[in-house]
């Protein structure tokens, strides 16, 4: 049986092609697709052979910036190298030709995978339920809101108010507008932590819960987590954290045993997917015993050693994905924790840590720091004295290093730390290659002094020299070209 669409070239055009064999899709592809987007002459491809087609996408990824290539200290997005075995793995037929509607007779071992990826999770972060279903950070920051939601309606009780610190991911409150929540923005303390006096005279029976992220963006962890649990639930709200900055916390803390309620996963940061391009993602939520019987369904269970896909959760806030989510995300995060073990996660963490700090220590003489203090896995520098003294934008310094063959940080965020530039280095970058961006960022900040121009015009040696980004929103432009 063909099982998928040739779309042949042929002097004919596509007229006369008929799609699969089977008897639902036996239709004539004029049937399908309007006359008006047929083409009506042959596509003119290049007569190449295979070397020259080979070189011709060779050169072309070589334009293309990827972690393959240098150090991409993104921060928030946790740019870590993703061991090439994920995709061995991924690869397998035996996963990547599944059909979502097989029987579990047939697909146990993708359950087998679910379900002990969901237990290796939850063991990791002290939780004592979790779904794998949500495919992106900010889906599983939905799903979450909306288990907040479904536990105070069953409570008797519809509160209007979510919290959130000033130095919370974007996503955070534009998730909770999405759920029907108002925000109540909280700032930070002049540490960048959760202001706790501030918090005391917020909370009332109004509030339904807060979502922190931890460690927040300012890359500092957020010490009096506990507290702040106590305080939401003392006044029957929740806790919510937002667990994509993971990365700094594994094997050190569990945020479950610290009084979170509900965490996110971003298993496409963390747990190694490649990322960056808009997907594919993984954002499972772990919950407390509270919260299990509205986690989404169907979930996996274990009986004796069968795995059985089961709908009996009374009060489930429903499917938020169709079938099992993202699974091949799954497949790499379990291959990725299988390899390294759980016992030396810690390590991991420890030496995104580690990385951060160093740049810290060595950029901080060139670069102003807001918050002086050690921070987790990102360091969160800015432009300020650069654009005071010189004239010279945070933007002007990240085109600039495009200019030396790095990947620009995260640039204007968090929005409470002007001109910011936040860089996340991540484990998997060594010495060698740390010490040369920052070489590179002391040179920068060098030539901003010396030669402002310079930086002002980057990138001067990029394919693509310095986009109008204001006139691409305004007069998007994407064509490709016959
Ligand atoms: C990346 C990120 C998110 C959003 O995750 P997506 O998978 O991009 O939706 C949320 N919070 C934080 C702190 C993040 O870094």
Known sequence: MESHLIFKQS????????????????????????????????????????????????????????????????????????????????????????HPLQSEETTQGALQIIYELGEMLRSITGFDDITMQPVAGAHGEYAGLLLIRAYHKLHGNARKYIIIPDSAHGT?????????????????????????????EIIDEDVAGMMITNPNTLGLFESNIKEIADLLHSKGALLYMDGANLNALLGIVKPGIAGVDILHFNLHKTFATPHGGGGPGGGA?????????????????????????????????????????????????????????????????????????????????????KYDKNCMHEVILDGTLQKNRYGVRTLDIAKRLLDYGFHAPTIYFPLIVSEALMIEPTETEDKDTIDKFCDIMIMIAKEAEENPELLKSAP???????????????????????
């Open 11 to 98: 002097r004919e055009g596509r007229r006369g092609i008929t799609i699969p064999t089977n008897k639902y899709y036996k239709k004539n592809i004029n049937e399908i697709i309007p006359n008006k987007f047929l083409r009506k002459s042959d596509s003119n491809l290049p007569e190449v052979g295979e070397q020259d087609a080979v070189r011709h996408f060779i050169n072309l990824s070589t334009l293309n910036y990827h972690i393959d290539k240098n150090i991409y200290p993104l921060g928030s997005c946790t740019m870590k190298y993703n061991p090439k075995i994920n995709e061995v793995v991924a690869n397998f037929s035996g996963f990547t030709e599944l």
């Open 172 to 200: 955070n409150p534009a998730t909770c507008i999405m759920a029907g929540y108002q925000t109540i923005e909280i700032k930070s303390d002049e540490n960048g932590i959760v202001n706790i006096d501030k918090l005391k």
């Open 285 to 369: 939520i772990a919950v407390n015993s509270l919260l299990s019987d509205f986690l989404p369904i169907p979930y996996i269970s274990k009986i004796g050693d069968r795995y059985q896909m089961r709908y009996d959760k009374k009060n489930s806030i429903g499917n938020i994905h169709s079938f099992y989510g993202n699974f091949l995300v799954m497949v790499k995060a379990y291959t990725y924790l299988k390899m390294i073990g759980e016992e030396n996660l810690e390590k991991i963490s420890r030496n995104a840590i580690i990385n951060a700090n160093y740049i810290k220590e060595r950029l901080k003489k060139y670069y102003h720091l």
């Open 460 to 482: 001067h040696n990029t394919p693509v020299r310095r986009l109008n980004d204001a006139l691409a929103v305004k007069k998007l432009n994407i064509s490709f070209e016959e």
